[in-house]
């Protein structure tokens, strides 16, 4: 749907990470403009990332969070 309406944007997230290193939450800390952008961002990142869990001074599998920034541009044509 962002597609067809010809969106495109930056989306700012917080993601809560498991002592398993999947994503627990995610947030919008900057919105795109675009409810549909900022919504597939978490969608896509709850899916499918998998990240090394934190470990705290022990070595021990802690819960961590993550912020990253996700550039979506329509594509060329």
Excluded: H, M
């Excluded at 309406?5 to 900057?30: K, M």
């Excluded at 403009?33 to 499918?48: E, F, N, V």
Aim: charged share 20%.
């Amino acid at each position: 749907s962002a597609i067809r309406a010809g969106e495109e944007g930056t989306v700012g997230v917080r993601l809560g990470l498991g002592a398993n290193g999947r994503v627990t939450s995610c947030e919008v800390t900057a919105s795109s403009g675009s409810s549909a952008l900022d919504l597939i961002t978490c969608r896509l990142y709850q899916k499918r990332a998998r990240f090394a869990p934190a470990r705290d001074t022990v070595g021990g599998a802690i819960a961590s969070s993550y912020n990253d920034r996700v550039i979506w541009r329509l594509p060329q044509q």
